[in-house]
T-cell receptor, first 116, second 111 residues
């Protein structure tokens, strides 16, 4: 079974430029998460989707960050414009649900963003 | 509040046991996890434990949970050089399914 797929793996951009990250979750997983991991820290949740609905985006900086999950499968996270402080690893995770019980989150390899 | 504390670094000799400790604040969490992260890679789920359990063993891994003290530990028996990585403790908030992570413990296994 394929795991969570993310692209690109690495991205270097200048500040004020836009950037987008793509995630394809594990097949059959209805829940999709975007986390940000700063250097030397654990991941922090940005947004959680149940199918195509964003059910928790309370920690997404909405002035510059946006996300979508059309058709409830793939997801895209966008930053426009990027700032120096956005340099981090952006991780996508997915989990399945069975009879109301949500199971473990599986993570992709991440996209390492460097803003110069 | 949401908080997970881990020591930053652990160094052990190959073949010895490693014990990585974690304390957390949310006593209502049902699930607690250990993830492993190798350089340049995503997080790999190692194991998890339900909050109504005291111990879980999975091959070389033993997880101990002291719910009263909100203390979680991961013991790796016969530690190998391939176990060198960063280990993250995390708990899942029951209300939102959000994972709250510690800052990670870097394990270095010396030959």
């Amino acid at each position: 079974e394929a795991g969570v797929v993310q692209s690109p793996r690495y991205k270097i951009i200048e500040k004020k430029q836009p950037v987008a990250f793509w995630c394809n979750p594990i097949s059959g997983h209805n829940t999709l998460y975007w986390y940000r991991q700063n250097l030397g820290q654990g991941p922090e949740l940005l947004i959680r989707y149940e199918n195509e609905e964003a059910v928790d985006d309370s920690q997404l900086p909405k002035d510059r960050f946006s996300a979508e999950r059309l058709k409830g499968v793939d997801s895209t996270l966008k930053i426009q414009p990027a700032e120096l402080g956005d340099s981090a690893v952006y991780l996508c995770a997915s989990s399945g649900r069975d009879r109301g019980i949500e199971y473990e989150q599986y993570f992709g390899p991440g996209t390492r963003l460097t803003v110069t | 509040g949401e908080d997970v504390e881990q020591s930053l670094f652990l160094s052990v000799r190959e073949g010895d046991s490693s014990v990585i400790n974690c304390t957390y604040t949310d006593s209502s969490s049902t699930y607690l996890y250990w993830y492993k992260q190798e350089p340049g890679a995503g997080l790999q789920l190692l194991t998890y434990i339900f909050s109504n359990m005291d111990m879980k063993q999975d091959q070389r891994l033993t997880v101990l949970l002291n719910k009263k003290d909100k203390h979680l530990s991961l013991r790796i028996a016969d530690t190998q050089t391939g176990d060198s990585a960063i280990y993250f403790c995390a708990y899942r908030m029951d209300s939102s399914y959000k994972l709250i992570f510690g800052s990670g413990t870097r394990l270095l296994v010396r030959p």
